[in-house]
């Protein structure tokens, strides 16, 4: 955990901050390894707390060793922050305002008044971007515990179930074998449904002739994974095998390409060029790619907007897709980590299209 923290005071002597308070879940974990509810972190230049109520200070104490954990909820937690800020002398005071609510901002500043709260903008989560061997461990076996649910389903495939048989089901396997939860809900999408990027899973039954698209992720130690395949329930129509080549084409070509020192943009300009000269640019609507770790999307991203430069650490999902309204989708979507010297993919189920 030093080392992570080590960053954070980094930033904060970068940035002239005394003081941070961190309540955002994902931050609060990889800053402290606490896995509970209702805490924060009040981290100073050379002390750290973790400030939480009774149901949790046993768990806290257990979980992050260097925290100082302090009982006090509410105002008391509140009048705690102060106090320990004045006595170090600390007076500008980092707060997350990407996550914190307006109710708790309002009490926190009339608490700490006349101490400056400054907005992070995003600044506290990013030393988040660059992963630790443990860290991408966690994601790897995630990821492969994915492909162990993508065979299982494979079988349950068949004419007549329906989406939310297929999702439930995955996500029962999932789970039974080691899954915290869910990395998000299961997006199980078939025939004209497939169009829809972040479809929800319906009671539509499955008839022959149709794709099916299945995007889920697993969480280990809180780390997510992220894969998607489109498989074909009996021969599907002419025009959506040619966009699974397509789709998988551009997937190579972004995957031959990604490597450290390239920009998220010139990554995703792989992928969208090869779309774009096939005629379906319009078709491809959202990035290529996201960051993975605490949280099934973070930074870096790579898209026509993901200036961030790709680095050793990195962990990123690779996923081009076409979507023809009224018709289907397809999307194939790998997860890879940076290295020194290319990448290393996650994923390894097969990429060629399975007909069931
Ligand atoms: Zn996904
Ligand atoms: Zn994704």
Not at 215 to 225: A, L, P, R, T
Request: proline residues 4%.
């Amino acid at each position: 955990m030093t080392s992570k923290l080590d960053k954070l005071r980094h930033l904060m002597m970068e940035n002239s901050v005394d003081a941070v308070i961190v309540a955002e879940d994902r931050n609060r974990r990889y800053y402290s390894g606490y896995t509970g509810t209702d805490a924060y972190l009040l981290i100073l230049a050379d002390k750290s707390y973790l400030i939480t109520d009774f149901r949790y200070v046993e768990q806290a104490k257990a979980q992050c060793p260097g925290y100082e954990v302090v009982e006090a909820y509410g105002k008391k937690a509140y009048e705690f922050i102060k106090q320990t800020c004045d006595k170090a002398g600390a007076k500008r005071v980092w707060f997350e305002d990407d996550t914190l609510t307006v109710k708790e901002y309002s009490e926190i500043k009339a608490s700490l008044d006349p101490l400056e709260l400054v907005p992070d903008t995003g600044r506290i989560a990013k030393p988040r971007i660059l992963k630790t061997d443990d860290e991408v461990n966690n994601i790897r076996k995630a990821a492969q515990l994915a492909d162990k649910g993508f065979s299982h389903i494979l079988n349950f495939i068949r004419p007549g179930v329906t989406e939310r048989d297929i999702a439930l089901e995955l996500e029962f396997f999932l789970r039974k074998n080691g899954s915290e939860g869910l990395a998000f809900p299961i997006i199980a999408a078939s025939g004209p449904n497939g169009a829809l990027p972040h479809a929800e899973p319906t009671d539509d039954k499955l008839a022959y002739g149709i794709l099916l698209t299945l995007d889920f992720g697993c969480v280990i130690n809180g780390y997510c994974s992220d894969m998607t395949r489109t498989v074909a329930l009996g021969e599907p129509p002419e025009k959506l095998k040619v966009i699974y080549n397509i789709v998988l084409e551009a997937q190579e070509k972004a995957l031959a390409f990604i490597k450290a020192g390239i920009s998220g943009i010139e990554a995703d300009k792989q992928a969208r060029e090869h779309i774009i000269a096939h005629g379906y640019g319009d078709y491809f609507g959202h990035g290529l790619g996201h960051g993975v770790g605490l949280h099934i999307h973070e930074a870096p991203r790579l898209s026509p907007i993901g200036e961030t430069i790709l680095e050793p650490g990195m962990v990123v999902s690779v996923e081009p897709g076409i979507y023809l309204p009224g018709l289907g989708g397809v999307r194939i979507e790998d997860l890879v980590v940076i290295t020194e010297d290319g990448y290393d993919n996650l994923v390894s189920s097969r990429k060629d299209l399975i007909i069931l």
